[in-house]
């Protein structure tokens, strides 16, 4: 990416507390090789030297998947030295770095970095599971999970701690009033927008339908009708699922390169 961007692009990243995101990979890569033959991820990680495997190409889906998506070696051992060697670098290649579990907050902390405006930032939440699909752990499990994935827990941990200092450079009373002002446009935003969030099979537009992997269901959007052509556009964007919005700037980017 370096090679085709300018010197003074700002990369920023995102990341997800390792015992939510395992939950969630559990269902969603099911199909993976190391889950695939297992009946829960408390069997998983209860049997990991049975289950897992290390060599297959999907082998990240099941362990150190935060480690792996920033481009390091998922089964690098664990060591204090090696959590200092990829904190650091993680810290060196990225200006801000945001943390899931805390929303908005990081957008207010990217609005004000990129100088942007709350409308910059202005989002719904897509890839929302329903309730059905989800797993209550117990705690042993969440400190099995901590540990099968310790590359993973100490940078959370690492950028947790810098996320919340640099809130407090931003100011927390500053912080909290841009919150809640960002929260007053989404709701405003979603009276204008939605209809109701969804089961897939609810869907009225089934271009809309986001990708359903395994026996887990992903919620749509249904939009509201009478819209104006340019909200119509606007809502329709903010709701698009992944895969067809990745299409949809596919097919501009490959009609712009035809056109030149």
Request: hydrophobic share 35%; proline share 4%; net charge neutral.
């Amino acid at each position: 990416v370096e090679k085709v961007m300018p010197k003074d692009t700002f990369y920023f990243t995102i990341l997800r507390n390792p015992v939510s995101l395992m939950e969630s990979s559990f269902a969603y890569y099911k199909y993976s090789s190391s889950f695939y033959n297992v009946t829960s991820l408390e069997d998983f990680i209860q049997n990991t030297s049975k289950f897992y495997r290390s060599k297959e190409y999907d082998s990240a889906f099941a362990k150190n998947l935060l480690t792996h998506d920033l481009g390091f070696h998922h089964n690098a051992p664990d060591s204090p030295k090696q959590y200092k060697l990829l904190t650091n670098a993680v810290d060196t290649i990225f200006d801000l770095v945001l943390i899931t579990e805390y929303f908005d907050e990081s957008l207010v902390l990217l609005k004000d970095a990129l100088c942007w405006t709350f409308d910059d930032v202005l989002s719904f939440p897509l890839n929302i599971r329903s309730n059905t699909s989800r797993k209550i752990l117990s705690e042993e499990t969440k400190e099995r999970i901590k540990s099968w994935n310790q590359l993973d827990w100490q940078l959370y941990v690492h950028f947790n701690n810098s996320f919340w200092n640099r809130v407090e450079k931003f100011g927390r009373e500053r912080m909290e009033k841009e919150v809640e002002e960002l929260r007053k446009r989404r709701e405003q935003l979603s009276e204008k927008c939605l209809d109701a969030q969804v089961e897939p099979n609810k869907l009225k537009d089934k271009a809309m339908v986001p990708y359903q992997p395994y026996l887990i269901r992903i919620l749509g959007y249904n939009l509201k009708p009478g819209l104006s052509i340019n909200d119509q556009i606007l809502c329709h964007r903010l709701v698009l699922p992944e895969i067809p919005y990745t299409q949809l700037l596919w097919d501009k980017q490959i009609g712009n390169k035809t056109k030149t």
